[in-house]
């Protein structure tokens, strides 16, 4: 791992007391997730694209990690290939040490678009896990009420999700994972579509979640404050392969609120992440040249606007 | 923003009353045209009906003959210093005025028929009724299914769509002589060429719909534990269900286009018949009664099956101002 030469002890590695006994707990747990040396090849007709190059990763139970890096980089494909929606070219996933094959209800996954069933109402929605794993209609419809609860919308147990705003259907598609009790809980960008305020409200709600129930999180974002405010782990990706480029330890402590967006271990959390993922000597991507626009003037050489 | 500045802005909504003002016209706009070319003398009227022959030995009271032919005949009068005949503007006897076609829709409903083997009007419709109704069960039973599993399973679709594309381009009607052969010259033919012509586009159209279906939604439904079967009838046909209807709307619109051609194979029966029986006699009002009636009833149940569909599918936002 290259290293910053001009800055000696980059403080993102420092941990408080604290942070540093919760990483030891975290490391006591068992292994929920394994990925070792996974690759992932497309053969498409402009020939092959290798999205995910040797990817080795663990999380242990209740662990709560993000994923970031710059578009295109494979995240997506990393979390449908967990989720067992995408097949592998090489290497392992292994869930509770045994081999992923295929999707299943040990996996949740929350999507970026809207994937609620919009013919179900938003307690149906959250029942069809339950019946679809051969739970009977009272259970099944008891299950749901409580996750619904849960997320706060008991209220709109029969509304339509074309009724919902974005926020509100996110939290009945965590909902609908969650009812199966998932072992893993897969989220690719879930935020990514809703306004800067509902997103916040949106974290401040998920980690709520994740400290009352037993699930372990993987979270794909590409919003820096997003990763460090929720996660215990950042993996970082880099593109063309997508290749694991770091695993960083975020060093805020928990609990976390957004007063911590300013102090000085998410700053240079966010410095350390900038700098991977957006690196100092900007070496112009392939995307870059091709999107890069020709600046005519259209209007009066005398009509500035600076 | 003037008034019809905004009428014609680009993709505007209508209000509910405009849409209804607007929609109302789009009626009015072709009554008011036949209204004008049947009731203002100089628009259009070719013909000049005979009110009085004067000397011309072959004109009687009543008769059409050309405005040409009347003009040369009223010169031919004047010049041999007889009678002139009299004559009013007419159009030509395929062509009837609203008022006459309005009367032969009630004389249809409410008096015997003139000759003694033509059916009533409703009883002509309700066999064309029957024919199209079983014409269009038969093709769904097979083609829906079909459709959908072409849709859901690529090797299914495969194995039967080029096949289906190209039968397709086949005329219905073309397979008429056979379908007598086969079935004999009853109903039988007519569902038939009905099938025929609604089966192929019915498995095309329903694949793509089922093709269109969100793949994140049946992602979604595999990450929730649903696997096999259960994806098909849980996930794949419910979701579809509001664009299926759609389709099925529109293809039972096309299987009244099929219907005319269907009663003529065969014995003519239904509409078709008594639409041939009544321009053989002349009635072209019940000619035109018996059109519109085709018109009223096909538009009328789609307008129906669509407030039905409005209902059934509360969730389907596509068809809000459908
Ligand atoms: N089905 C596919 N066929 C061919 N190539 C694909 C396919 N899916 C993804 N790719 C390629 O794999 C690479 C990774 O894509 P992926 O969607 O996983 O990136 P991402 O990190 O999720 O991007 P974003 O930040 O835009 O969501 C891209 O180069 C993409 O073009
Ligand atoms: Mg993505």
């Known amino acids: 791992m290259s290293m910053n030469p001009d800055r000696l002890a980059p403080s993102y590695l420092e941990q408080s007391e604290a942070v540093r006994a919760r990483f030891e707990r975290i490391r006591q747990r068992e292994v929920i997730l394994e990925v070792r040396n996974l690759g992932k090849r497309f053969s498409s007709a402009q020939g092959e694209v290798e999205a995910l190059r040797d990817i080795s990763f663990q999380i242990r139970r209740r662990e709560f990690v993000c994923v970031i890096g710059p578009s295109g980089c494979g995240k997506s494909t990393l979390i449908r290939t967990l989720a067992g929606l995408e097949s592998h070219s090489s290497g392992e996933v292994l869930l509770d040490n045994r081999p992923v094959d295929g999707p299943g209800s040990d996996r949740g996954m929350v999507f970026q678009g809207y994937s609620l069933f919009p013919w179900l109402t938003v307690k149906k929605n959250v029942m069809f896990g339950p019946e679809m794993n051969g739970r009977g209609g009272d259970e099944a419809e008891q299950d749901a009420l409580t996750w619904l609860d849960l997320v706060g ?23 609908r994972a ?7 809980l897969l989220m690719d960008e879930p935020f990514g579509a809703l306004d800067a ?9 998920l980690l709520d979640i994740w400290k009352n129930i037993d699930i372990t999180v993987l979270f794909i974002t590409h919003d820096l404050d997003e990763a460090i405010f929720l996660a215990d782990r950042i993996l970082v990706l880099k593109a063309h392969p997508g290749e694991v480029q770091e695993l960083i330890e975020v060093p805020v402590p928990r609990p976390r609120s957004p007063g911590q967006f300013s102090s000085a271990e998410f700053l240079a959390t966010k410095a350390r992440l900038e700098e991977l993922i957006h690196p100092p000597m900007p070496t112009e991507s392939e995307e870059d040249q091709v999107v890069k626009p020709r600046m005519i003037r259209f209007t009066d050489v005398d009509d500035n606007v600076e | 923003m003037g008034t019809i500045a905004k009428w014609f802005a680009a993709r505007a909504r209508l209000g509910a009353q405009q849409r209804t003002i607007l929609g109302l016209g789009s009626f009015l706009l072709p009554l008011l045209v036949w209204c004008m070319v049947s009731y203002v003398p100089f628009v259009w009227h070719p013909k000049v009906v005979v009110e009085s022959p004067g000397g011309v030995d072959y004109f ?11 003009k040369d005949e009223v010169a031919n009068m004047r010049a041999a210093n007889l009678l002139l005949p009299q004559g009013k503007p007419a159009n030509p006897i395929y062509l009837p005025a609203p008022h006459e076609v309005a009367r032969a829709f009630y004389t249809a409903f409410t008096a015997k028929p003139e000759q003694k083997d033509l059916p009533w009007l409703h009883q ?14 038969i093709s769904s039973v097979f083609g829906v299914p079909l459709g959908i599993l072409s849709g859901t399973y690529a090797a299914l679709g495969r194995l039967n ?17 056979l379908a007598v052969a086969i079935l004999g010259i009853y109903d039988g033919p007519k569902i038939a060429i009905i099938v025929i012509g609604t089966f192929f586009q019915q498995v095309l159209i329903i694949a793509n719909t089922t093709r269109k279906l969100d793949a994140t939604i049946l992602e979604a439904a595999m990450t929730l534990g649903t696997r096999g079967l259960k994806l098909l009838t849980r996930v794949v046909v419910p979701a579809i269900l509001p664009d299926l209807y759609r389709d099925q709307r529109i293809l039972l619109g096309w299987a009244w286009t099929y219907l005319i051609v269907a009663e003529l194979i065969g014995t003519s029966t239904g509409i078709t018949w008594f639409i041939t029986q009544q321009a053989r006699y002349q009635h072209f009002d019940n000619v035109y009664a018996a059109i519109m009636i085709i018109g009223i009833i096909g538009f009328g149940s789609d307008l129906l099956l669509g407030r039905l569909g409005r209902r059934l599918f509360p969730w389907d936002r596509s068809q809000d101002h459908g």
């Not at chain 2, 039968?167 to 073309?174: E, I, N, Q, S, T």
């Open chain 1, 153 to 175: 919308l008991s209220k709109f147990a029969n509304a339509y999700p074309h009724q919902l705003s974005g926020g509100m259907r996110q939290r009945v598609a965590i909902a």
């Open chain 2, 161 to 177: 769509e080029p096949f289906v594309e190209f039968f397709r381009y086949l005329p219905a009607p073309a397979f008429g002589a």
């Open chain 2, 124 to 137: 002509s419709l309700w066999h064309s009724i029957q024919v199209i109704f079983w014409g269009f069960v």
């Open chain 2, 60 to 70: 009687q009271v009543g008769m059409l003959v050309d405005k040409a032919v009347f």
């Open chain 1, 178 to 184: 969650l009812v199966n009790q998932p072992r893993i």
């Open chain 1, 197 to 205: 305020q509902t997103r916040s409200k949106m974290q401040s709600h």
